[in-house]
């Protein structure tokens, strides 16, 4: 989104590297919103249930959820029972209990089902938990079309069940931290924002990723999509090239970049399939006519570099580092969804923001005009 206002202060000042202490960074940028406690909310359990044990997040938010207070799992539903005798013998299943689809669906007691599922599988899954009235936790990307998945919505929508995808980088803080400075208007005209997520795919997983037209692309961009559109709004163009450059002899394209076309700027969102160290490699940035954020790597421990034409909230004058400290994935999804389901209150990424996640991702790896 271009910003309203325009920082007056011409003058760039060359700006000496400097840090800022992480608690006052937090307090002051909002970026913390991920760790937002629901005191004052109703302090019954989440009753969740999880649906398939097969997709690479599961552990993440099974684990997430077991240490939350505000959850409990009930039980766990795997179709294919010899990858249900594998993950029982797992350590963090112990003392689950496996159910069968149907006993999961027709448990009246299960408010939330998280549904870890192939992309192919999201939408007859997705359409079962809002068809048993539970509201749903829904793996990423929700299918290869966009229709299904605004029909799934708008189910959900209209009986007042949470919808809620699972994007990683939602409490990413320093994503946060920029977000919050340029709706304050600290950045200026926010004209270019730039998002590369790399990964290094064995053959089995680019097997997967080359079922789709759109490849690494549709397989991960969408993390970055997600949170870029929160700055640009829905681009007026998106243009894209998916390309296999990587020499391996199969179909995937394995090396893509979009670019986004809004009013006012540009976004780019880039995912190769064949990086060594990709991890932490991974970036945002975010630049701005009065400010720019830089923040790599995104997982793990992260830190960002912050460029301020003029001093605003905790930042001053000039580049300086902030150290984010570990950034935990999943966690605070099931933070906010406890903050909406127990405040009764919509979820902070609302349902409009879920498709056109959808529809851009979609655009970007050349899968819809």
């Known amino acids: 989104m271009t910003q309203a206002r325009r920082q007056e202060s011409a003058k760039n000042h060359g700006g ?5 202490d992480r608690r006052r960074f937090i307090i002051s940028s909002g970026a913390a919103m991920a760790a937002t406690s629901t005191a004052g909310a109703a302090q019954t359990q989440i009753r969740a249930a999880v649906l398939g044990t097969q997709h ?34 797992d350590p963090l299943y112990k003392g689950q209990t496996w159910v069968s689809e149907t006993e999961l669906l027709s448990d009246g007691s299960i408010d939330l089902v998280v549904a870890e599922c192939k992309p192919w599988q999201a939408i007859p899954w997705g359409r079962k938990v809002i068809a048993a009235g539970k509201h749903l936790h829904l793996e990423k990307p929700a299918g290869d079309t966009y229709e299904p998945f605004k029909e799934l919505v708008d189910e959900a929508r209209s009986r007042k069940l949470l919808l809620q995808k699972g994007w990683v980088l939602r409490g990413q803080e320093g994503i946060n931290a920029a977000l919050h400075a340029a709706r304050q208007g600290w950045l200026g005209e926010v004209h270019l924002v730039r998002a590369t ?11 997967l990723e080359a079922k789709y037209p759109g490849g690494a692309m549709f397989e991960l961009a969408g993390h970055m999509i997600d949170r870029v559109l929160e700055f640009t709004g829905r681009p007026n163009q998106v243009h894209t090239w998916l390309r296999h450059d990587t020499g391996i002899d199969d179909s995937l394209k394995d090396n893509t970049l979009a670019v986004l076309e809004y009013d006012g700027g540009l976004a780019t969102v880039s995912t190769t399939a064949r990086m060594y160290g990709s991890g932490d490699h991974r970036s945002f940035e975010v630049i701005g006519t009065d400010g720019t954020f ?20 905790p930042y001053k004058q000039g ?8 950034q935990p994935r999943y966690i605070a999804d099931f933070v906010e969804f406890a903050r909406a389901y127990k405040t009764k209150t919509p979820l902070k990424h609302s349902y409009d923001h879920e498709l056109l996640v959808h529809e851009t991702l979609l655009r970007a790896s050349g899968m819809m005009s």
Not at 16 to 20: D, E, G, T
Not at 197 to 207: G, L
């Open 319 to 326: 580049w300086q580092t902030v150290d984010l400290g570990p």
């Open 16 to 20: 000496k590297l400097m840090s800022i």
């Open 56 to 89: 690479g997040h599961v552990r993440g938010k099974l684990q997430a959820m077991i240490a939350s207070p505000d959850y409990e799992v009930v039980c766990i539903c795997e179709h294919d029972p010899a990858v249900q005798k594998r993950q029982a013998a």
């Open 197 to 207: 997520m790399n990964s290094d795919r064995d053959q089995p997983q680019r097997n």
């Open 294 to 313: 830089v923040i790599q790597p995104l997982g793990g421990h992260s830190r960002m570099q912050v460029a301020m034409r003029e001093p605003h909230g």
